[in-house]
């Protein structure tokens, strides 16, 4: 039995409607929520009647998107949604510094040399951050010791588990709770709802009290701090349908 539970069973509905009918702020990731998880990076796409739902609700909710992608790459895929936000790089970007860390770069270079004869492994060099993919890797065990063994000797990296991906993170730099709590403030929302798939949205998950933060997984899990869950990514079409009946006819005025 899992530890977080189904925010769309039936006695779970006066939780959701609670946080809908409170200044709330909608923040929601995209690979893996928004869009299933695809192959490639590149052909993840949310399905016709997600990016329909999530534009109505959009226009009810003040809502922002926080993914790990580029900035430039999350921006692109959600033209034409009415959002207050978008941040990329699991918080990372919009940077203060406005340039990606040194440090960063170094990473990239390491971990290619490293796992350079590992097929299947690719690294992809985001700027502010990386992550290994290993979807297509013949012995998945095998590439993920690898890489948790290159990981270890790179100075200040935080390591985040993700879909068949490991994420390497500065470690003092932002993250996805940081993001969410600073939209939060900036858009004068009591309360938010947060929606993500995997290890890099624990820290979304756990950036406020559950009386404030409505944290939702999707996927049961037994170790997440999310408190609630989603069977599949598919059922984030009938969440987004849910908070629009919650709100039909209101518009979003925060």
Not at 75 to 100: D, T
Not at 125 to 146: E, F, L, P, Q
Request: net charge positive; glycine share 8%; aromatic share 4%.
């Amino acid at each position: 039995m899992s530890r977080t539970a189904d925010i769309l069973a039936m006695r779970r509905q006066r939780i959701l409607r609670a946080f809908a009918s409170s200044n709330v702020l909608l923040a929601i990731d995209y690979d893996g929520t928004l869009a299933p998880i695809a192959p490639t990076p590149d052909q993840a796409r949310m399905r016709v009647r997600t990016r329909r739902l999530f534009t109505q609700v959009a226009h009810r909710y003040p809502s922002i998107a926080i993914s790990g992608r580029p900035l430039d790459d999350i921006a692109r895929r959600l033209v034409g949604i009415p959002i207050r936000s978008v941040f990329g790089n699991y918080g990372g970007e919009p940077s203060p510094q406005g340039k990606p860390p040194v440090r960063v770069g170094a990473w990239v270079t390491h971990l290619r040399e490293r796992l350079s004869t590992l097929s299947g492994v690719v690294v992809e060099d985001k700027g502010y951050s990386v992550t290994i993919h290993y979807r297509r890797a013949r012995n998945k065990d095998r590439a993920i010791a690898a890489i948790h063994d290159a990981a270890r000797a790179l100075p200040g990296a935080r390591v985040l588990g993700g879909v068949e991906a490991v994420t390497l993170l500065p470690r003092e730099g932002p993250d996805k709770g940081v993001a969410l709590q600073r939209a939060r403030r900036l858009l004068r929302c009591d309360t938010a709802i947060y929606v993500g798939d995997d290890d890099t949205d624990e820290d979304a998950f756990a950036s406020a009290h559950p009386d404030r933060l409505l944290s939702i997984r999707v996927g049961p899990s037994r170790k997440s701090r999310a408190r609630y869950h989603l069977q599949r990514q598919a059922d984030i079409d009938r969440l987004l349908q849910s908070l629009l009946t919650l709100r039909q006819g209101t518009s979003s005025s925060a």
